[in-house]
């Protein structure tokens, strides 16, 4: 008996306690949320030849253009309505392509791929969010391949970047479109950097590397501007 009287007595203690705070089991079941920010990419440029494009003297040279996408998500779950605890993950692609001109420059088919993630702690005030985020696992992936106008391969690599550490901040604000969706503008300083580094070039493979650690560590980093669609579930 004596038992049950002093677990009462605590839940009556931590029910005052809720009362007298504003507390409540309803607040701390949170709310879940996707926070989508999306970049389109298009470069178009002639500078293999200058390095601001171009050139004085024959051949001429042709230009490389590409698409891409920079795609960077935060799922939280938020708790006491302003504390949102969750993970991010971070898509990038682009690709560059360019035809090869008789006697001049070789063609040109790059791409460049991205991945991280890592956990997320963040602040919410309506649609007011800012968001921390450690990188704690990624790569970047760059192939490279290059054919002449003889149809000789000059050039073709395949360099991966394994993520050491990194951080991210994203600033934004979004406005309903409906009851569940909101969008709005964002800012996000992204900062990693790249511990070791695998080659294999099929041109010259006495240039081959494999989880090579850097002596100096490659950093990336960089403020965009992106669009943000804010998913409340």
């Keep these: 008996m004596k038992t049950v009287q002093i677990r009462y007595g605590w839940l009556s203690l931590v029910l005052a306690l809720t009362a ?19 970049l389109p990419i298009y470069s ?71 991945f991280e993630w890592g956990p997320s702690i963040g602040y919410t005030s309506g649609g007011f969010h800012l968001v921390f985020t450690a990188l704690l696992s990624g790569n970047k992936v760059i192939k490279d391949k290059r054919v002449d106008s003889t149809g000789a391969v000059t050039y073709d690599t395949r360099t991966e970047k394994t993520l050491g ?25 992204r900062e990693v950097n790249y511990k070791s580094m695998t080659l ?18 490659a950093v990336e980093g960089g403020l965009t501007p992106m669009c943000v669609l804010m998913f409340d579930f």
């Design 20 to 38: 007298g705070t504003g507390w409540s089991y309803s607040t701390l079941a949170g709310e879940l949320g996707l926070d989508l920010r999306l």
């Design 44 to 114: 178009k440029t002639n500078n293999s030849v200058l390095s601001d494009g171009g050139t004085f003297t024959a051949p001429a040279v042709n230009p490389e253009s590409g698409f891409g996408y920079d795609v960077r998500s935060t799922l939280s779950y938020t708790l006491w309505h302003h504390l949102a605890l969750g993970v991010s993950a971070n898509l990038y692609g682009t690709s560059q392509k360019r035809d090869a001109v008789a006697g001049g420059v070789e063609s040109l088919d790059q791409s460049t791929s991205r």
């Design 165 to 189: 550490f990194g951080y991210q901040i994203a600033v934004e604000y979004g406005v309903h479109l409906s009851n569940k969706l909101r969008l709005g503008p964002a800012l996000i300083y």
């Design 200 to 217: 294999v070039d099929n041109v010259t493979p006495a240039n081959n590397r494999t989880n090579s650690p850097y002596l100096t560590k």
